[in-house]
């Protein structure tokens, strides 16, 4: 019994590696779709951005399942949850590009970092998960570290900006823990989340004029085509792999993976592609993010170990 039980603890070696390279390419395709993204914006409307994006997105999910031999529809009794689920990931971009309006990116990024703060309390009400007290205070390290990092202040704290900040925070946290908590393949269910708030947007989209206003579009044509299709394709191998790690991972923990996901995010596509300046403060909030991050899991793992020692001797 104690050989079976050091087995089924014992993770493949395999599982991990591969864990680690869908980190990587979670990453990668995050910052690269974040440094594109900027570029079409200037070029058309935002909701024009948001539809485009969701379109191609689409568009690469129904090739890639169907190739793949995945579902392309949900199960009709489990519609009108994809429903709302797709709601709220159109409500969380839609919210978090409005608030951008009236706070900085620094303080909306460092809004949307706070996730694991977030997940605490939502994870417990809405999922049943528990977390231990020793967790919150690395938790509290990261959201510090973060605002360092990328020079956050309280200069532009509008009520408004913060306020869509955080409801996109939330809508955030509830798509990934309703998405968690289904059994299918993380590929149909990014393409369901997809389909269902490309759905939600699209009558919008049209009384608003969107198709006008692609009609009416004077630049580049080519150029474009081009970005909305590599924006798209980034848009969907970040959803994608996202979807593949959250199905890996404890809720909290990919939590915190992503906000250090925003933190690589801030460095490269700020500190090097744009060329900004690591300051000290900089360097102290990244420091505190990555030594938070770890002893989350070290405090997690800690807490939790005395209960898995507890069932250990009550099965023998």
Aim: glycine letters at 8%; aromatic letters at 10%.
């Amino acid at each position: 019994r104690e050989m079976s039980s050091t087995l089924q603890a014992r993770q493949p070696p395999f599982a991990w590696k591969s864990l680690a390279a869908v980190l990587l390419f979670w990453f990668a395709t995050s910052i690269l779709f974040n440094y594109l993204t900027p570029q079409l914006i200037g070029l058309v409307a935002n909701q024009d951005v948001t539809m485009l994006e969701l379109s191609v997105t689409v568009c690469f999910g129904l090739v890639t399942n169907k190739l793949r031999g995945i579902g392309v529809v949900p199960p009709l009794r489990r519609v009108p949850k994809w429903l709302l689920v797709g709601s709220l990931h159109l409500l969380g971009c839609r919210s978090f590009v409005y608030g951008l309006k009236f706070i900085p990116v620094s303080l909306a990024q460092t809004i949307r970092a706070s996730s694991p703060m977030v997940a605490v309390p939502i994870s417990y009400l809405a999922f049943g998960e528990r977390c231990p007290w020793q967790v919150l205070p690395p938790l509290a390290a990261i959201l510090a570290g973060f605002a360092l990092s990328v020079g956050a202040d309280g200069a532009g704290a509008d009520p408004a900006g913060c306020g869509a900040a955080v409801a996109s925070l939330c809508c955030l946290v509830l798509v990934n823990g309703a998405s968690k908590a289904e059994e299918h393949h993380p590929f149909a269910i990014q393409l369901w989340v997809c389909v269902f708030a490309w759905l939600a947007l699209f009558p919008l989209w049209v009384l608003g004029g969107g198709p006008a206003r692609l009609a009416a579009f004077s630049g580049d044509r080519w150029k474009l085509a081009g970005l909305v299709l590599m924006d798209g394709c980034m848009y969907y191998a970040e959803q994608v792999s996202q979807n593949q790690v959250l199905k890996s991972l404890p809720f909290l923990p990919f939590a915190v993976i992503d906000t250090l996901r925003r933190l690589a995010i801030v460095c490269v596509s700020g500190f090097f592609i744009q060329g900004n300046t690591c300051t000290l403060l900089n360097a102290v909030g990244i420091l505190l993010v990555l030594s938070g991050a770890i002893s989350y899991n070290i405090a997690r793992a800690g807490a939790t170990r005395p209960v898995v020692v507890a069932e250990a001797k009550k099965a023998d």
